[in-house]
């Protein structure tokens, strides 16, 4: 029997139990958390998402600001713009939204970001400390899967987990977290040799590669658990890196393309946020 995990289901009752939460602390505190976005540039798949973001904050009543800047913008505007929101005591998280035009030095930006506002994780204290297995903000993205782990009970102690990809976004931080969570941990990537051999070996599949449909089914062995963070358009159709159809009867657990890892990331955003919130009202 294979498990469809419900993403979309979760990712809405975690946004629900925040804006609870967030009525009761505005009530103690006299202030919501505060997310600020910053969007640079035309480019349409951000724009989806920062409208996604933003509707997210009005729906768990977060105070949100968003900046939508110019794609002529430079790096030196933007590094202004962090410092002023570093500053800014009302604002609990700040979330630059890549990919940025190629103008701009994204390392440059990514490390202006307060790392106690950085709610994407991407900082490298908060990076670095997710590696020393210590407890921070963490990637939205692979923090959503751990969440999924969590609510379907799914064991990842001593489990053998591979992960298709090394981004800096997904990949790397959802090794780190396994590896937290005390899996054995194997990545894989462009250079890898035999990627299917790997992953027979694995009990938990998480493909992050950026490749329509590319696990199958001679990648999967019988019960593994398979997550698909892959968003690809194909012939008009959104699909993931793994061929849903072709492995799904081998999966005891999988995620949907779309509604399975997509609605966790907004949905950790916000706890993350709110995360942030309470460490600078010493709450946590
Ligand atoms: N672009 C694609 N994914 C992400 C993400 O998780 N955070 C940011 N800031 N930009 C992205």
Redesign the pocket.
């Known amino acids: 029997m294979t498990t469809i995990i419900d993403g979309k289901a979760l990712g809405q009752k975690i946004r629900s139990n925040i804006a609870g939460e967030v009525t009761l602390l505005k009530e103690k505190l006299g202030r919501k958390p505060g997310l600020s976005v910053v969007l640079v540039g035309d480019d349409a798949a ?1 724009q989806v ?1 920062v409208n996604m973001k933003e509707k997210a904050c009005i729906e768990a009543g977060f105070n949100s600001s968003i900046y939508r800047l110019g794609s002529n913008t430079t790096t030196d505007e933007l590094l202004n713009l962090i410092d002023d929101l570093n500053k800014n005591d009302n604002i609990d998280g700040i ?5 940025l035009p190629e103008q701009i030095d994204e390392k440059k930006v990514l490390y202006k970001i307060d790392p106690s506002k950085d709610v ?1 994780g ?1 900082h490298p204290v908060n990076v670095g400390l997710l590696n020393i297995g210590e407890d921070t903000l963490f ?3 692979p923090y959503g899967v751990m969440k999924i782990f969590e609510e379907y009970n799914i064991e990842l102690s001593g489990k053998n987990a591979v992960v298709i990809g090394r981004s800096n ?1 997904v990949g790397k931080p959802m090794a780190a977290l396994l590896l937290k969570a005390n899996a054995t941990v194997t990545i894989c990537h462009s250079r890898t040799k035999d990627i299917p051999a790997l992953c027979r070996n694995a009990d938990i599949i998480v493909a992050a590669v950026g490749i329509p449909k590319f696990v199958t089914a001679d990648f999967v062995k019988d019960g593994a658990v398979v997550i698909d963070v892959g968003i690809n358009r194909l012939e008009g159709k959104l699909v993931g890196d793994v061929d849903y159809d072709g492995i799904f009867d081998k999966c005891s657990y999988i995620t949907p393309v779309p509604g399975g890892v997509g609605p966790m ?1 907004i949905a950790m955003l916000m706890y993350n946020t709110l995360k942030s919130f309470k460490v600078r009202n010493n709450l946590l």
């Open positions: 951000s998402y979330l630059v939204q890549l990919p994407d991407f990637p939205c993205t976004i990331t």
